[in-house]
């Protein structure tokens, strides 16, 4: 019955339009590859397909491929993808500190150490300070005897925080500070773009390319911070106990595209941090699961759901 059903097809390479539709599509993808690839001199990455890229991160490396997509987590009795913050500082370890990926065939460029972040976003500002066009509470139970006590002192329990209290209260500042650094509400920073083709680390950026600063491996480096995992907010303090300004710390981002609503939010989160450690004593209730600190990823990080006891003071 099959070769009956066969017996009327032709192998279409004998067919002249079919064959003529065949060499034309071939050139063109030919003609694509050719002007589409990547200039040399890029910084190293994973291979890129046509078309697609690293699209999905489906062609990276396989044991980064594995941890991206099961990665087991101790003490979650679960499992759950890498956040891509985590990916990319991961992709770090493999690539260097400044590596590329492709959207499509649009170069994508990681940067991963204070320095290339800050060779990039201040030194050569002029040219990565486009943008492409694309459309905490956990910590407060860690630390908090020495900013109760701070506040304590400072403000009392019956008047509420002003800004003015901000200069006085070092500790409390310094744990908001650490609390920064070890969150990073903008992982992955928000990205720019290069206005023109630029060197960087001897490698060729190509104008068009999207720059990614990975502020949480600049947070997480152990060549700046000592125990980076650890939550140690005396690491913005010096001897004396007054604030020490970190230039590697850099939750704002950094550069002529900084933050525009750095002050603000500093006020806000010192304002409300305050006032919470005023009024309430957080406690994780009796063997409760602590959630995992390396947050949920969306363009900014937000908590995984925990439980937490909040005792009036
Ligand atoms: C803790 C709170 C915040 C953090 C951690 C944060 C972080 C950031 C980061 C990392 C960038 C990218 C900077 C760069 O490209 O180098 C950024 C950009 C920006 N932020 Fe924030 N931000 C915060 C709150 C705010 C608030 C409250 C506002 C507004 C009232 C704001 C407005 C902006 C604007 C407008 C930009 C874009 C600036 C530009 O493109 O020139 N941010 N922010």
Not at 39 to 62: D, E, I, M, Q, T
Not at 166 to 185: D, S
Request: proline letters at 10%; hydrophobic letters at 45%.
């Amino acid at each position: 019955m099959a070769c009956a059903g066969l017996a009327g097809w032709s192998w279409p390479l004998r067919d002249p339009v079919c064959c003529a539709l065949l060499a034309a599509a071939g050139l063109l993808l030919g003609l694509y590859w050719l002007l589409s690839r990547p200039p040399r001199g890029l910084p190293p990455g994973p291979s890129p397909w046509p078309l697609v890229g690293n699209f999905g991160f489906a062609l990276l490396p396989g044991p980064l491929r594995k941890r991206w997509l099961l990665s087991e987590r101790a003490g979650q009795g679960g499992s759950r993808p890498l956040a891509p913050h985590l990916l990319l500082t991961g992709m770090a370890k493999v690539y260097g500190s400044v590596f590329c990926l492709f959207v499509g065939s649009r170069p994508m460029i990681v940067l991963s150490d204070f320095e290339a972040v800050r060779e990039a976003l201040v030194s050569q500002a002029e040219v990565f300070s486009d943008r492409p066009s694309i459309p905490i509470v956990a910590m407060l139970t860690k630390k908090k005897e020495k900013v109760h006590a701070e506040i304590e002192v400072v403000t009392g329990r019956d008047r509420a925080p002003s800004l003015t209290d901000k200069a006085h209260m070092p500790f409390t500042e310094a744990t908001i500070m650490e609390v920064q650094r070890m969150t990073v509400v903008v992982p992955l920073s928000v990205p720019r773009m290069a206005s023109a083709t630029a060197v960087l680390r001897g490698y060729t950026i190509p104008k068009g390319s999207v720059i990614v600063p990975n502020l949480w491996s600049v947070h997480r480096d152990p060549n700046i911070w000592e125990r980076p995992d650890d939550f140690q907010p005396t690491r913005f303090l010096d001897e004396n106990g007054q604030l020490i300004k970190r230039e590697m710390f850099i939750p704002f981002g950094i550069g002529k595209r900084v933050c525009m609503g750095e002050q603000l939010a500093k006020m806000e989160l010192f304002l409300m941090f305050v006032n919470l450690m005023q009024n309430f004593t957080f406690l994780y209730p009796d063997n409760a699961t602590k959630p995992a600190m390396e947050g949920r990823f969306g363009l900014t990080l937000a908590p995984y759901p925990f439980n937490i006891i909040a005792l009036k003071r």
